[in-house]
């Protein structure tokens, strides 16, 4: 008598066969990303504009409290084996001479990537606060409206920070100099607000890297990692400098230009990069 065949006996070698189809096809998919992924990077390194030659300060303008536009006073931003530094070596006390380092032209759509680190110890005279204090200054006024005796420029900024060797201290941090901003569709008038970054102690190289999306988000990205998002900066028309800068009650902010800081503690910037989202 012959032996009916089982319905299900050809069942294990065709879920076999079905799991071999489908591992090619995740592997065919898997390159296919990878590949794209690659390509994009690629792109968009070949997309980016070097702001700083690693020579000298062509294309930048200096801007000291106190001091006329494009005195370096104690030559405070100089160039030296590559690496734009902020040096304080010819002050004797550092007297409120707060300084920022502007690129000539204006952006609006970007993503800004460079590295910095935190050197050597705070001039004499240097607040507190500033302690290993730096920062990038984004959609900023213009160097040539700024006071002369202005501290800091009308902007957004990208605080970085560095950590002492024992306390909690996190970079990437926004501070809105003469500006607010909004985070969960709450209008924000404090001054600083911390990042979810984790601290950076000693003199180790970071990067940071903001994304600027116009007078929409805005993201703080640590080493790879997202730390801080928000929107619509704009004018804080209380501040007495911002006033000068409203016009027609226009007060959001939807481009401008870059600087970065000197608040009295040594730091040094190499690979000042921009990568234009929609144009400059």
Known sequence: MTKRQHPNKFLPSIITYSYSVLAVLCCV?????????????????????????????????????GHELNDNYGNTFRVENGILKVSYDQYDK???KFGHL?????????ILRLQYRFVGDQTPGGPGWAF??????????????????????????????????????????????GTHIVMDSQLVTSHCISSSSKTYHGDQWVTMEVEVNGNSIIRHIVNG??????ERPQLDENDPDARKLIVNGEKMLHEGYISLQAESHPVEFRKVEILPLTGR
């Open 132 to 177: 290993r204090n730096s920062g990038i200054m984004l959609h900023c006024q213009s160097p040539e409206s700024m006071a002369k005796d202005q501290s800091f420029p009308v902007s957004i900024e990208a605080q970085l920070l560095g950590g002492n060797g024992k306390d909690e201290r996190s970079t990437g941090n926004v501070c809105t100099p």
């Open 225 to 230: 990692q997202v730390v801080l998002e928000y």
């Open 94 to 96: 550092f007297d409120g």
């Open 102 to 110: 502007f690129f000539e032209d204006k952006f609006s759509h970007y």
């Open 29 to 65: 998919l898997i390159t296919t990303l990878s590949s794209c992924a690659a390509e994009q990077d690629s792109t968009s390194k070949s997309n980016r504009i070097s702001l700083f030659n690693g020579k000298n300060l062509d294309g930048w303008k200096v801007k000291i409290t």
